[in-house]
T-cell receptor, first 116, second 118 residues
Framework: DSGVTQTPKHLITATGQRVTLRCSPRSGDLSVYWYQQSLDQGLQFLIQYYNGEERAKGNILERFSAQQFPDLHSELNLSSLELGDSALYFC???????????????FGPGTRLTVL | AQTVTQSQPEMSVQEAETVTLSCTYD???????LFWYKQPPSRQMILVIRQEAYKQQNATENRFSVNFQKAAKSFSLKISDSQLGDAAMYFC???????????????FGKGTSLLVTP
């Protein structure tokens, strides 16, 4: 158990809908990263938040957005869903205060999203 | 952007034997971090081992060790005394020390599927 939790585990929805994925980082971690794992694109970085602020962006679609709350949990919002958005979405956390920037990312169990 | 290549889509090993998974990467940086993550059928991403580029000594974690060849930009994972529970997809990942637009995000290879036979 990495200490990172994600809910829900599975999500089935229809095209055009909007969903919210939730992530709670390891206790004390300030950074949250979101990754998408699909069969054709592999594991891709979407976005990072550090202590409530957006820190970096990867290949995230404009239909997707995220935020990190004062209690450090994060939510990834996916809207106007398309069939191609079906994937496994991972959250990872790192960066405890006092640690060097070289620390390791620990992954949650993922949320499997199926768009029908 | 740094690219990570895993040239072996699938590998097979017998229980108790040793197997080596290959990974190469492309970077112009002198300092960086490399990781191997394991993804079993449960889909959980589990850290196996990490290597700091400035360290000449190869990292070791129990039955898992790496062969880090910085000049060749090669980072292979050796699994000794393979066990049935080692069957999984293995991903090699690169992490920069200098945050770019992608911050400290991990760049992953496509993965190698490891089958362990009794």
């Amino acid at each position: 158990d990495s200490g990172v939790t994600q809910t829900p585990k599975h999500l089935i929805t229809a095209t055009g809908q909007r969903v919210t994925l939730r992530c709670s980082p390891r206790s004390g971690d300030l950074s949250v990263y979101w990754y998408q794992q699909s069969l054709d694109q592999g594991l891709q970085f979407l976005i990072q938040y550090y202590n409530g602020e957006e820190r970096a962006k990867g290949n995230i679609l404009e239909r997707f957005s995220a935020q990190q709350f004062p209690d450090l949990h994060s939510e990834l919002n996916l809207s106007s869903l398309e069939l191609g958005d079906s994937a496994l979405y991972f959250c990872a956390s790192s960066s405890r205060p006092g640690q060097r920037s070289t620390d390791t990312q620990y992954f949650g169990p993922g949320t499997r999203l199926t768009v029908l | 952007a740094q690219t990570v290549t895993q040239s072996q889509p699938e590998m097979s090993v017998q229980e108790a034997e040793t197997v080596t998974l290959s990974c190469t990467y492309d970077t112009s940086e002198s300092d960086y971090y490399l990781f191997w993550y394991k993804q079993p059928p449960s889909r959980q991403m589990i850290l196996v081992i990490r290597q700091e580029a400035y360290k000449q000594q190869n990292a070791t974690e129990n039955r898992f060790s790496v062969n880090f060849q910085k000049a060749a930009k090669s980072f292979s994972l050796k699994i000794s005394d393979s066990q049935l529970g080692d069957a999984a997809m293995y991903f090699c990942a690169y992490r920069t020390l200098v945050p770019s637009n992608s911050g400290y995000a991990l760049n992953f290879g496509k993965g190698t599927s490891l089958l362990v036979t009794p």
